[in-house]
Structure formats: structure tokens, C-alpha cells
């Protein structure tokens, strides 16, 4: 299994990106997935997850502004992030868990800079 983050970078506060993340060896379809961040000094925390069943949730600093999403045909999980803050800065990972086996996949992670 491998999970691959992409879209990272340095925007403006304000400004919009979009992660991917790309999986291999196991289906969002029926695992489902999420998005975690981790900001310098802070513990990893829950961003958005969808289910298999398409069923979102989010944290509240981010709700009205992230959007998650997947595309079954190209098996890959997004994270369309608007109205970033500075707050929003860290390094960002994708996971999914294998519903049978319960076991945890996490990519590699993407950083996400807002900064003026």
C-alpha cells in the first residue's frame, strides 16, 4: 500500500491549493480516508474524512473553507482548501485504514505554508 501527498506549498493568507493524495493498494471506495495536519510543536490533528459511503466530516477551525473529496476512476483523495489562514500552516498527510484488517496507511505528507 502506498499513499502519495502531493499539492503543497506557499500561498498567500487568503489563497486556495488543493491536495492530492493517490493511493495504491488499497480503494478509498471502500476504506474511505482523511486528512491530518500537523503545524511546528503541535500534535497531529483530524482535518477532514470522508467515508466509503461519501459521509464528511471535519474539524470546526476548518469548516465552510475545506473541502474533501475522492475520485473512485483514479483512486485518489483530495483536500480543496480555501480562505487559508496561517493558522492552517503544516504539513499535511493523507490517511486511510483497511476496513478488514484495521490497519493504518499514511502518505508522506505535503506542507502547506500561508504566509504573506
Known amino acids: 500500500v502506498q499513499l502519495q501527498a502531493s499539492g503543497g506549498g506557499l500561498v498567500q493568507p487568503g489563497g486556495s491549493l488543493r491536495l492530492s493524495c493517490a493511493a495504491s493498494?488499497?480503494?478509498?471506495?471502500?476504506?474511505?480516508g482523511g486528512w491530518y495536519r500537523q503545524a511546528p510543536g503541535h500534535q497531529r490533528e483530524l482535518v477532514a474524512a470522508?467515508?466509503?459511503?461519501?459521509?464528511?466530516d471535519y474539524a470546526d477551525s476548518v469548516k465552510g473553507r475545506f473541502t474533501i473529496s475522492r475520485d473512485f476512476a483514479k483512486n485518489t483523495l483530495y483536500l480543496r482548501m480555501n480562505s487559508l489562514k496561517p493558522e492552517d500552516t503544516a504539513v499535511y498527510y493523507c490517511?486511510?485504514?483497511?476496513?478488514?484488517?484495521?490497519?493504518?496507511?499514511w502518505g508522506q505528507g505535503t506542507l502547506v505554508t500561508v504566509s504573506s
Open positions: 493498494g488499497i480503494m478509498f471506495s471502500i476504506n474511505g
Open positions: 490517511t486511510t485504514r483497511n476496513v478488514v484488517t484495521q490497519n493504518d496507511y
Open positions: 470522508i467515508t466509503s459511503g461519501g459521509r464528511t
